[in-house]
């Protein structure tokens, strides 16, 4: 079982950089693969990050492959998108989720756990 919380969410312009940061408790957060994934209006939900539990692996988006960085600090039960080059069509609900293996992770499918979505809005 673990808890997920979004953060650092909001309102960048076309270019511009946010970082978002989920926190998780919970004990066994390290043996977790965590990953982001975003949902648009009129969207359906899309695969946009994943991290292996040790953060060995990585995983990407076409879309947002050299723009993005996901990360965790283990030691703070946190994972973070780190997002730069920003643009309108990354307007999303963000949300950030946990699975047991690092088996299909772009398989939104395949998570158990989800926290309840930070907004980012990048502006034209």
């Known amino acids: 079982q673990v808890q997920l919380v979004e953060s650092g969410g909001g309102l960048v312009q076309t270019g511009g950089s946010l970082r978002l940061s989920c926190a998780a408790s919970?004990?066994?957060?390290?043996?977790?693969?965590m990953g982001w994934f975003r949902q648009a209006p009129g969207q359906e939900r899309e695969f946009v990050a994943a991290?292996?539990?040790?953060?060995?692996?990585?995983t990407y988006a076409v879309s947002v492959k050299g723009r993005f960085t996901i990360s965790r600090d283990n030691a703070k039960n946190t994972v973070y998108l780190q997002m730069n080059s920003l643009k309108p069509e990354d307007t999303a609900v963000y949300y950030c989720?946990?699975?047991?293996?690092?088996?299909?992770?772009?398989?939104?499918?395949?998570?158990?756990?989800w926290g309840q979505g930070t907004q980012v809005t990048v502006s034209s």
């Open positions: 989720a946990a699975k047991g293996s690092w088996s299909l992770p772009a398989s939104s499918q395949q998570y158990a756990y």
């Open positions: 919970g004990r066994t957060f390290s043996n977790y693969a």
């Open positions: 991290i292996s539990s040790s953060g060995g692996l990585r």
